[in-house]
Structure formats: structure tokens, C-alpha cells
């Protein structure tokens, strides 16, 4: 057992979402062993999508580097023995690892919700013709290009507070953020609304935090297998080989999101052009077993459905 002496270092971004995710993970940790606070330690680790003059250029994600941008300098932390574990937002994870790193450990998933959030109006409906709306998320772009055609979006990247500035400082009317990042920071009261799956579904794996280890670590192993949770990670397992067998990248609006349903999974998914021109979607209805393989399939069907051209657009 790790102890003050040699302690369980936990890899984490320095934003105030992130150190909130280690804390839970930490928490979660001591409880289930027993363990004093001292027993871990939490290292901050500046990653590239972190860099601010990146966040105040607003580029969207895809032109910088994709989702690998918030990891690689952690796991190259994990695999050079620097940390023990690293903690995630799943959605940021790249559905492929390094070789000798393992993403089996998740904690029970938060709100999947994306919030609305804006100074003057609570609800999407209620923003008035022409009023421009700030989001770095291709898929809440294409989504929100789809369902109101007449808004005009402007890039926003940053972390919880930084957007909010943005908001404050009249760059935008409205931005969405993640009910789950809310919740977690305590600033639930930030979103003037949840917005129902049925009306925006969600990205794949939003409120869910991962757990990296390296695989040949029995000790992580052993500490993560007790705060690991089963419906958690049964859920993004189709939620994530729906991603994998689409892209996988930051280049193509996607969503999905997967509940569990009497004995099984009930998995919903969506591909969109960026100008939200099209939306195709589809369902599956599975066993648990089955979750990875209902994924892939329904991502198949998709692809199967969308007509030529409808990827044009990435060149």
C-alpha cells in the first residue's frame, strides 16, 4: 500500500476541472483502502492543450493537434514512471493508448447533459435571431448549426472560467458547457438550463472520468480495481468502439451516448456535416456483453447511410 513515504502519485492537468477530478479520485482511493490523505500525491502536468496563447487564439482543436493534446505529456509522465496513474475527462481520450498503457478503471459517471449557459436568456429557444453563440465543440456546433440555422458561431476555447470571462467580456451571447464539469466545480448554478439527450445528444463519453495505469503495474491495478464502476465503463465501451470505428478524432462532429435499459444497453449515436446541413442517426438496443459490438455496428450503419460526399469536406 502506498504510504507518505511512497506515496500513489496521481498525473493530472492543472485547470480547476481537472485537480477537481484528481481530488475525487483521490477520495474515492482513501476511502475504499482506508488510506490518509498522505498516502498520494496529486503532480500537475502542463500539457500542450494548455498552452494560453493556443486557448486565447481560439484555433479549433483539429488544427492544433486533436484530443492528444491534453494527454501525450501525461502518459509520457505514466510510461516514464513519473506518476503512478493519470486521470482523465474520457471525452478528451483518443479512442487508441500507447503501447504498455491500460484505461480500465472509471468512476460513476455524472450528468451527460450539456448546459446552456448565458448572462440574459435561460433557455437555446430563447436566443433571439442572429445571436452569436461561442463553442469550440465541432459536434455542439454542427448540432446547434442543424437546429438553429440563423445563429452565428464564433470559436471559444479555455477551461470552465476562462469561458466564462469570455462571456462576461461580450464575445458571445451563449456558450454550452458540460453539466458534469459544472457539477463537479460546484458551479452548477452557472447553466440557466440542462439540455435534454432528445434535443442535443451528448459527446461521447461526457461526465465520465478514466483512470490510466501502465499495464505491468499489479499495485495500480489492485488500488483501481475497487473504485472502478461496472455501468460506467460498460456504457463507454459502446460509446467508444462507435467512436473508434467512425474517426476517433477531433475532425467529424459525433455524438453518443449509451444507458442501460432493463437487462442491456440502449445505445444512441449521430454523425453531422459541420454546417449541421445533415444529421445522420440511428440506435441499438444490445446486451452488455454485446456493448462493443453493437457500437461498431451502429457506427457502420451510419457510414453505410451517408451518401457520397458527405466527408468531402475534411479533404
Do not use: Y
Not at 500500500?1 to 481537472?18: C, E, Q
Amino acid at each position: 500500500m502506498p504510504d507518505a513515504k511512497t506515496p500513489l502519485k496521481i498525473g493530472t492537468r492543472g485547470s480547476p476541472l481537472a485537480l477537481a477530478q484528481a481530488h475525487e479520485t483521490r477520495a474515492r482511493l482513501m476511502a475504499a483502502h482506508g488510506l490518509p490523505e498522505g498516502a498520494f500525491e496529486i503532480v500537475v502536468i502542463k500539457t500542450t492543450g494548455d498552452d494560453r496563447t493556443l486557448i486565447a487564439a481560439d484555433r479549433p482543436l483539429k488544427e492544433i493537434g486533436g484530443k492528444g493534446l491534453f494527454t501525450k505529456e501525461i502518459e509520457d509522465a505514466l510510461l516514464a514512471g513519473g506518476i503512478d496513474i493519470a486521470v482523465h475527462s474520457m471525452k478528451d481520450m483518443p479512442v487508441a493508448q500507447p503501447a504498455g498503457l491500460l484505461l480500465d478503471c472509471h468512476l460513476p459517471r455524472e450528468d451527460v447533459r450539456d448546459a446552456f449557459v448565458s448572462p440574459a436568456v435561460a433557455r437555446l429557444a430563447d436566443l433571439p435571431e442572429g445571436a452569436v453563440v461561442g463553442s469550440s465543440s465541432l459536434r455542439r456546433r454542427a448540432q446547434l448549426a442543424h437546429r438553429r440555422p440563423d445563429i452565428r458561431l464564433v470559436q471559444f476555447r479555455g477551461n470552465v472560467q476562462t469561458r466564462l470571462k469570455k462571456l462576461n467580456d461580450g464575445v458571445a451571447a451563449a456558450t454550452f458547457l458540460a453539466m458534469a464539469g459544472l457539477n463537479r466545480l460546484g458551479m452548477a448554478e452557472v447553466a440557466k438550463s440542462a439540455i435534454a439527450p432528445e434535443e442535443m445528444l451528448p459527446a461521447v463519453a461526457q461526465g465520465a472520468i478514466g483512470i490510466e495505469r501502465r499495464a505491468a503495474d499489479s499495485r495500480a491495478a489492485a488500488l483501481l480495481a475497487a473504485i472502478h464502476d461496472r455501468a460506467t465503463g460498460e456504457g463507454l465501451a459502446a460509446e467508444r468502439a462507435f467512436l473508434a470505428a467512425l474517426d476517433g478524432s477531433c475532425e467529424t462532429p459525433i455524438a453518443g451516448l449509451a444507458l442501460h435499459v432493463d437487462d442491456g444497453l440502449w445505445l444512441r449515436g449521430e454523425i453531422l456535416r459541420p454546417d449541421g446541413s445533415e444529421v445522420i442517426a440511428g440506435e441499438r438496443r444490445c446486451a452488455v456483453a454485446d456493448a462493443a459490438e453493437a457500437g461498431a455496428d451502429l457506427a457502420r450503419e451510419l457510414l453505410g447511410r451517408a451518401p457520397a460526399g458527405f466527408f468531402d469536406w475534411r479533404g
